[in-house]
């Protein structure tokens, strides 16, 4: 039985109404926000399309658990397979996370025929050759727009409306918690554990929050950006990915004294035939756009080689923002299935044919302008001492100073230095970490001066 066949109509008068049926899998945070969505703006979506989307069934574990939205009786289900194996279901939505079952769910449905939506980055960082291949064989669509960004249309921007480029770099703060914790910390001086629990509570962090801390859930979403960029299938191995735990307010406050802020950023660039891919704590100028993006807004900095810098900006998490780029998903579904056209644009935006592999450029030969953290013995001669040891690695220093002269007879040091190469950086730490003047593990943060400005 086709798709086509599957849909059905209902009579509204004189008139004949087509109905599209979408089963929800995973009542949660995002899940009941598309439930909210299609009952809020049934009429909106239903003028845009021409149609009817109707919930068919809900699967979840729990189906007692009220989640604020009234349903008709025999929607819930605990088993994801009556919604998988109902006939008259076009469309699949995987709300349920994890790249185990998820994993599983979507392929089933793919393999009945179905649509699929998911916000589920980290299974299509992992899995997304296999999950797209699939679809591709099936001649069915893969909606993802939640996956990067929440509520920002970027995964449709880079698959349609930039299109035509070639992209040359994309900064992000694709994070929602990671953002509204270093934000917290930077506005309000907020204390690290506790705005976590708050983001947590808002429902914009990960089932397991080391993902947003660690910066793993910004490398899910930079391997989709950069597949989708690139027309290739990178994941999370070929990331090099540093998380915020280690930033402190003292980190903080010297930032802003040079005129930085601190955003934990995801940044890819392609240069001479090789991608950069890392996620790490960057100090980026106080007067960039990006420095801006607080709380848990997301912001996405790319430069196309036609249009040239574009900036997207909203809410990267969070119930309503992310349920607006499931239900648009799904909305996209309908008019193809609508029009016959499913398929229509490849995953990656690239024919399958043309996908292929990059070479990632190794962190260790990044040359860019570092901050280096000390805590050092507060007499004379640790200065120069370090000064040399950056000196016989070649590291060139653009400013020092030094604060906090009380802690336990320490004082915090920090230098500046101009491009530096990466693996002279390291080795020069690891050799001041050393001195019987160094008292704690030396810091660094990453500086991106020209975002996009200049590759
Ligand atoms: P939640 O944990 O709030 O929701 C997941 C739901 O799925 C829970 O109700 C869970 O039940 C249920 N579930 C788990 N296993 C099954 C199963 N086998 N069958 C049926 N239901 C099951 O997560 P979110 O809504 O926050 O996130 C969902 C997805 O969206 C994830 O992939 C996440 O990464 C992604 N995402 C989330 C955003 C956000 O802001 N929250 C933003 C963008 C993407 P139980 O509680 O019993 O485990
Ligand atoms: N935990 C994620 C975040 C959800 O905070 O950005 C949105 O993908």
Redesign the pocket.
Known sequence: MTIAEKEYARTEGMKTVKRINVGL?????????VVRVLKENASVIKDKLGCELVLKRI????TT?DRGVKLDEGVLT???MDLINDPEISIII?????TG??KD?IMDAIGSGKHVV??????LSTHGKEIFKKASEKGVDIGFE??VG?GIPVIKALREGLAANRIESIYGIIN?TANYILSKMTNEGGKFEDVLRRAQEK?????DPTYDVEGI?TAHKLAILINLAFGTYIGLKDIYTEGISRINQLDIKFAKEFGYRIKLLAITKSIDGRVEARVHPTMIPANHPLANIDG?FNGIYLKGNAVGPVMLYGM????M??AS?VVADLMDIARNINTGAAHRIPALSYSDSAVREVTIKETDSLEIPYYMRFLAADKPGVLSNISGVLGRHNISISSVIQRDRKIGGSVALVILTHHAVEKELMAALAEIEQMDTIHEKPVYIRIEENLGAAN
């Open positions: 899998i995973g009542f949660g945070t995002v899940g009941t926000g699967a979840d574990r729990d658990r605990t088993d994801a995987e709300l349920v996370g994890g079952i998820a769910f998911t916000a589920n980055k980290a299974l939640a996956s929440g929602g429902g914009y962090a990960e089932a859930d848990a990267g998490a969070g119930m923002p992310t780029a």
